[in-house]
């Protein structure tokens, strides 16, 4: 029997009507324990830090949807890397992208080291420096492909390959495409992960993070680290992310078609100086978008020029909105180099070519005539 469509498994997956009531959706289960008849005797809940019965649906849903194992979420998108990470020992190394979300550097670089954890960053465009960044210790390779905010690519499949040679594990995080656009188990990815508090939960109104685990030893360590550090996802939350989810296939389709008409709009506008989305030809990786993943996504950077240059078009948006974060149905812009990756430094951030006149996109479904309005007189506001 073929597995069932995407939608159908959102829709779905995991989620029966409520045996008691009928109730066609998964209710918060506000509880934090479980009445038990006698000492080990229960309905498989015993207390909330464990399992929760609106966790679980939603857990399956998504580890149906990523083609995982199974998925383990936690109460943000550094919570869930955090578990990734929790699963090396000290004196392990680790090699991340060289581009990737300014926070997840903070964590590895700020915190993570004191615990003997060590770091390498490459540019996981170039499998050779890659290959050149791992050691006999390295444990895991982390990559985010596209990266926020520049929109570089790498070959997963190229590259889980090569970090199996090395007897490590590749860790994606796939925030910026859903799984409806991107599965990176299926091309050979150990774990998946994503800030669900960006297009999987779809509507700017919880914060949460998933992992995505493809084996069962695996899965075993998230669920002890679940139980043992706590940093879990609670009830009303998981509720939140049941119900954006359930719209993902729709709201991918119509963030990619505006994010291509955006693209294809500021492309070609005189006063943006460079456009990076990997859904334009001249993208120089759009070969390798088109064949690892099924949409090119509403992420988008243009270069203004300059930061006044970018405050200028920032201050000057009416229905874009400025703000950190991204993947809701609203569309939101922001200034990396201030807020997303500002932890990185000046200098951290020319290195991986980040500048103070970029400016992100994440396009939303509103109608896109209004939001190429909105940004053509933004733009007119660059002196
Ligand atoms: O914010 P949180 O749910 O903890 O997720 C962190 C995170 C992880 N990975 C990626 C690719 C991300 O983009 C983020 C958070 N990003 C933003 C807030 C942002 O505006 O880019």
């Not at 949807?65 to 109460?75: P, Q």
């Not at 905010?149 to 007897?167: F, G, Q, S, V, Y």
């Amino acid at each position: 029997m073929s597995l069932p469509g995407f939608s159908t498994l959102a829709i779905h997956a995991g989620q029966k009507p409520d045996p008691t009531t009928g109730a066609v959706n998964v209710p918060i289960y506000a509880t934090s324990t479980y009445v038990q008849e006698e000492i080990g005797v229960h309905k498989g809940y015993e207390y909330s830090r464990v399992s929760n019965p609106t966790r679980t649906p939603l857990e399956e849903c998504l580890a149906a949807l990523e083609r995982g194992h199974s998925s383990h979420v936690f109460a943000s998108g550094m919570a869930a890397i955090q578990a990734i990470l929790m699963r090396l020992s000290a004196g392990d190394h680790v090699v991340c992208g060289s581009n990737v979300y300014g926070g997840t550097p903070r964590l590895f670089n700020q915190v993570l080291t004191r615990f003997g954890l060590r770091f390498s960053y490459a540019d996981t465009r170039d499998l050779a420096m890659v290959e050149a960044a791992i050691t006999p210790a390295t444990k895991l390779v982390f990559v985010e492909t596209p990266t926020n905010p520049l929109m570089e690519l790498c070959d997963l499949r190229a590259l889980a390959e090569l970090t199996h040679r090395h007897d490590a594990e590749l860790a994606v995080d796939n925030t910026f495409m859903s799984p409806y656009f991107q599965r990176p188990l299926e091309l050979g990815a150990d774990l998946v992960m994503h800030s669900t508090t960006k297009f999987l939960n779809g509507h700017s109104d919880g914060l949460g993070g998933v992992v995505v685990a493809s084996t069962a030893k695996q899965a075993e360590d998230f669920r002890f680290l679940q139980k043992s550090v706590g940093a879990i996802l609670s009830p009303f939350e998981c509720f939140l992310i049941l119900r954006g989810v359930k719209t993902l296939g729709v709201r991918m389709r119509q963030h990619d078609a505006n994010g291509r008409r955006m693209a294809a709009f500021l492309a070609v506008h005189p006063k943006v100086k460079a456009i990076y989305y990997p859904g334009l030809p001249q993208h120089p990786q759009h070969e390798l978008a088109k064949r690892q993943m099924s949409g090119f996504g509403a992420m988008i950077t243009i270069e203004t020029g300059s930061l006044e240059r970018a405050n200028q078009v920032l201050r000057a948006v009416r229905v874009c909105s400025l703000a950190e974060s991204l993947g809701g149905v609203e569309t939101l812009i922001s200034h990396p180099a201030s807020m997303t990756h500002a932890a990185l430094g000046a200098e951290g951030r020319a290195k991986i070519g980040l500048t103070d006149g970029m400016v992100r996109l994440s396009v939303g479904i509103e109608d896109i005539e209004d939001l190429e309005r909105d940004m053509d007189q933004a733009l007119a506001a660059i002196k």
